[in-house]
């Protein structure tokens, strides 16, 4: 199996609320991808968070638990 060049660069967070993994990139931007049921990303599709437009029913207080988690753990 050939490894995943996100996984070893950035921490990664799944959510299974979203169905998205999540990271910080070197900028600290926010980014995603869509995680599969086998727990496997969908590295290839990736987006910014703050790029999405669709924001209807967003529950705001997990996404923002992620994004702090993930602050918390950057480059630990």
Request: glycine residues 4%; contains cysteine; charged residues 25%.
């Amino acid at each position: 199996m050939k490894p995943n060049l996100f996984e070893q660069m950035f921490q990664t967070v799944i959510s299974e609320h979203f169905g998205r993994t999540f990271w910080l990139d070197k900028e600290m931007e926010l980014c995603s991808a869509p995680t599969y049921t086998d727990g496997s990303t969908d590295w290839d599709t990736w987006d910014y968070v703050s790029e999405w437009t669709e924001l209807d029913g967003l529950n705001l207080d997990r996404l923002l638990s992620i994004h702090r988690d993930l602050i918390k753990n950057y480059n630990v």
